[in-house]
């Protein structure tokens, strides 16, 4: 059995996967604003829709669209904000 | 709250969402073969892993990896199969 995650009240869910290096999670985020903490770097991809997103150390909100990727290190907060339902896929090293 | 759906005892699951023009689907098979059918036409996209698709009308199976994808014509049953747990997105028009 797959396993779903859920967060801020449903409005994050994603199913939790193991790619052939690395553990994953395929989601969908609701239109609004998130912040993230990581215990692990990620690398975010966004398979569908907008993601804005505020990464640590920086001071300006960067846009990414589908296909496109960013990095997080372990052990940072992080913020997102999204106008539309937008998936994304995720890995954890 | 967003959609989840479940298929094959948990053994294929996906989240709803709505992209800027098309209903859609984010999800994860486990390993295995599956018989699926379509009430739309529908546009599959590997996310992560790799498919095996027989496709309606072929009698030879494709192999599709991360980033391609393939079109599914409405009301036609088609199979997959796959090695190890495989992250997908699929459009419905």
Same mark, same amino acid.
């Given at each position: 059995?797959?396993?779903?995650?859920?967060?801020?009240?449903?409005?994050? @869910?994603?199913?939790? /996967?193991?790619?052939?290096?690395?553990?994953? #999670?395929?989601?969908?985020? $609701?239109?609004?604003?998130? *912040?993230?903490?990581?215990?692990?770097?990620?690398?975010?991809?966004?398979?569908?829709?907008? @993601?804005?997103?505020? /990464?640590?150390?920086?001071?300006?909100?960067? #846009?990414?669209?589908?296909? $496109?990727?960013?990095?997080? *290190?372990?052990?940072?907060?992080?913020?997102?904000?999204?106008?539309?339902?937008?998936?994304?896929?995720?890995?954890?090293?």
């Amino acid at each position: 059995m797959l396993k779903v995650n859920e967060y801020f009240d449903g409005k994050v @869910m994603s199913i939790a /996967l193991q790619t052939e290096t690395l553990p994953a #999670t395929v989601g969908v985020m $609701e239109p609004g604003d998130y *912040e993230f903490g990581t215990s692990q770097k990620e690398v975010m991809t966004i398979v569908s829709g907008k @993601m804005d997103a505020l /990464l640590p150390g920086s001071e300006e909100w960067q #846009t990414f669209t589908n296909g $496109e990727s960013f990095e997080i *290190e372990a052990n940072v907060k992080f913020k997102v904000r999204l106008s539309g339902q937008t998936a994304y896929f995720c890995t954890y090293e």
